[in-house]
């Protein structure tokens, strides 16, 4: 199957700051890829998505990139606030040879803290 | 309110027991997902399903098993529990391959 590194595991920034989390894959095929965002205690929820088709896209405070020929996408996230501290999954879909169908492989996580 | 509903939340059991945990989801959506959990870390697919009658294992099937006889239900079985088996249990459900995932709110399970 797909193996998605994501780095780094652990971040810490200054409230105000920048975050940049990265992801790296390997199959050429991934076409779609979430980010999630889960606070502690709760259920992961998306926080923005990009497909195969687009290279960058901005929400508010948060950009994800995606670089198809490098194969790795970023999570961008600017004037950084405590209420972001969470832990991170990026994701992609992949599907299977010669099939529409696939499946989602994510990442390890990114344990994001924003200190006041 | 469309959503994905888990149950139980909480749930503590002795070592070889069976259990059932339950995931139904009001959105219409084809695929579900079940994915296990320790706080905080990462995912680890269980099984999915395409739709009814559809079943595929993920990477940590081989311990549980699932059914899809209806679109909106999706249960999660353990044969025999053991302590290992002790870990949040998150079921999902999307439109389609290339739509968000939407989380339930998880089964806390400890195996004593």
């Known amino acids: 199957g797909e193996n998605v590194e994501q780095h780094p595991s652990t971040l810490s920034v200054q409230e105000g700051d920048s975050a940049v989390i990265k992801c790296t894959y390997s199959?050429?095929?991934?076409?779609?890829f979430p980010w999630y965002k889960q606070e502690l205690g709760k259920r992961p929820q998306l926080i923005i998505d990009?497909?195969?088709?687009?290279g960058e896209k901005k929400d508010q405070r948060i950009a994800v990139t995606l670089n198809k020929t490098a194969k790795h996408f970023s999570l961008h996230i600017t004037e950084t606030q405590p209420e972001d501290s969470a832990v991170y999954f990026c994701?992609?879909?992949?599907?299977?040879?010669?099939?529409?169908?696939?499946?989602?492989?994510f990442g390890r996580g990114t344990q994001l803290t924003v200190w006041p | 309110e469309a959503d994905i509903y888990q149950t139980p939340r909480y749930l503590v059991i002795g070592t070889g027991k069976k259990i059932t945990l339950e995931c139904s989801q009001t959105m219409g959506h084809d695929k579900m997902y079940w994915y296990q959990q320790d706080p905080g870390m990462e995912l680890h697919l269980i099984h999915y399903s395409y739709g009814v009658n559809s079943t595929e294992k993920g990477d940590l099937s081989s311990e549980s098993t699932v059914s899809r006889i209806r679109t909106e239900h999706f249960p999660l079985t353990l044969e025999s529990a053991r302590p290992s088996h002790t870990s949040q249990y998150l079921c999902a459900s999307s439109g389609d391959r290339t739509s968000p995932l939407h989380f339930g709110n998880g089964t806390r399970l400890t195996v004593t």
């Open positions: 990009i497909r195969s088709n687009v």
């Open positions: 994701a992609l879909h992949a599907p299977y040879r010669g099939s529409t169908l696939g499946r989602l492989y």
């Open positions: 199959d050429s095929a991934s076409n779609y």
